[in-house]
């Protein structure tokens, strides 16, 4: 079932064109990774697919339903962000931060259940952090703060969840527990990260999109991810590795 399509997309950074004349759905059970060079837009259209910025040309819909005439709270079901950085204005411990999560679904007076508090503490496990729970979150590591930052996605349990450079911060064996969680999460719900690491997408994801300076290339990681499509979109030369049953490609 397609939950998210965008047709025609254009975006632009001031008089730049970043993307133009995107027609891409995303289903569930789908896992995409965006590979492309550092500012060629994948945060802009990550933000872009959140509703959180004005694309420049086209539509994008959920459900078939144009994002602008979704209401925010109907919204927030729908699709999560999980931002590249997060910054806290103050002291608030990390079971609370991931609590805000939970926000789109508060009825009455608007207190946290019995069920939102574990459903939180439950996230914080599934990243790694349930010991840190009452920690503050100005005190955490950058790493930890990005788990944090999947864990609140993960109680707002939106259908769509968007992942800008989820493991940027990750540390080897953290990245492959985020990416194994991310691809859990994938069998039912539709999942857009964008990401630096090739290996992690030729691994993890189900499809690519690989965003060049002028088009775009998107499918299956099997017939998208190649030597060609990789050398085309980042300007150097790629070989294959095929090693304990995975393929790895190696920048020359
Ligand atoms: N608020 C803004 N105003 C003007 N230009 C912007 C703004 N935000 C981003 N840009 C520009 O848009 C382009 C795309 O930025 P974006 O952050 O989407 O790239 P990216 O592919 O995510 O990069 P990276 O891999 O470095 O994270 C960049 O050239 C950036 O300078």
Avoid at 89 to 100: D, G, K, M, Q, R
Avoid at 129 to 155: C, H, K, N, W
Avoid at 186 to 203: E, K, P, T
């Amino acid at each position: 079932m397609i939950r998210l399509n965008t047709s025609d997309l254009g975006i632009t950074a001031g008089r730049r064109a970043l993307i133009s004349h995107l027609d891409w759905q995303i289903a569930a059970g789908e896992f995409w990774c965006v590979l492309g060079r550092n500012g060629v837009g994948k945060t802009s259209l990550m933000q872009t697919l959140a509703g959180l910025l004005k694309p420049a040309s086209g539509a994008i819909a959920i459900d078939g339903v144009g994002l602008t005439r979704i209401a925010a709270s109907a919204l927030a079901q729908l699709r999560g962000l999980m931002p590249q950085q997060v910054v806290d204005a103050f002291s608030v411990s990390v079971l609370e931060t991931v609590l805000i999560g939970r926000t789109p679904y508060r009825t009455g007076r608007g207190w946290d259940t019995d069920a939102d508090i574990a459903a939180a503490r439950n996230a914080l496990d599934s990243v790694d952090l349930s010991s840190r729970a009452d920690s503050d979150i100005l005190q955490l590591s950058g790493g930890e703060r990005q788990r944090v930052a999947l864990a609140t996605l993960l109680v707002q349990a939106p259908a769509i969840m968007l992942l800008d450079e989820p493991t940027a911060h990750q540390d080897v064996a953290h990245q492959l527990a985020m990416l194994r969680l991310v691809r859990q999460l994938s069998a039912d719900h539709a999942v857009v990260m964008n990401c630096h690491d090739i290996n992690l997408a030729a691994r993890f994801a189900t499809h690519v999109l690989v965003l060049g300076a002028d088009r775009h290339w998107s499918g299956p990681v099997a017939t998208v991810l190649t030597p060609d499509v990789l050398e085309s979109a980042f300007g150097c030369q790629f070989s294959v590795l095929e090693a304990d049953g995975l393929r790895s490609f190696v920048a020359q």
